[in-house]
């Protein structure tokens, strides 16, 4: 399994970014794909799931009306769009796919920094 993020950055607030990670290794059909992200001296923390097909997605409350979390079963793809980005989402945003019900995989992270 190996899950890539790509898309992270500097961006002023109130801009916009796109991640992407691209997932191989398994049939990436069949697992439901959330976003998380680590902050600075904190934890790990959900942002964003998708559905194995794609049809449903929750957001964290501190997500909700700004990002968007997609995904392509065609290219192996799941992508977060985050809108009106804020100081408070600077973090390490990671791609996740939940194994079983006591394990999963990780990605490295891609940083995204949100500065004037």
């Known amino acids: 399994v190996q899950l890539v993020e790509s898309g992270g950055g500097l961006v002023q607030p109130g801009g916009s970014l796109r991640l992407s990670c691209a997932a191989s290794?398994?049939?990436?059909?069949?697992?439901?794909m959330s976003w998380y992200r680590q902050a600075p001296g904190k934890g790990r923390e959900l942002v964003a799931s998708?559905?194995?097909?794609?049809?449903?997605?929750n957001y964290a409350d501190s997500a909700k009306g700004r990002f968007t979390i997609s995904r392509d079963n065609d290219k192996n793809t799941v992508t977060l769009q985050m809108d009106s980005l804020n100081p408070e989402d600077t973090a390490v945003y990671l791609c996740?796919?939940?194994?079983?019900?006591?394990?999963?995989?990780w990605g490295q992270g891609t940083q995204v920094t949100v500065s004037s």
């Open positions: 998708i559905s194995n097909t794609g049809s449903s997605a």
């Open positions: 996740y796919v939940r194994w079983s019900s006591s394990t999963g995989y």
């Open positions: 290794g398994f049939t990436f059909s069949n697992y439901a």
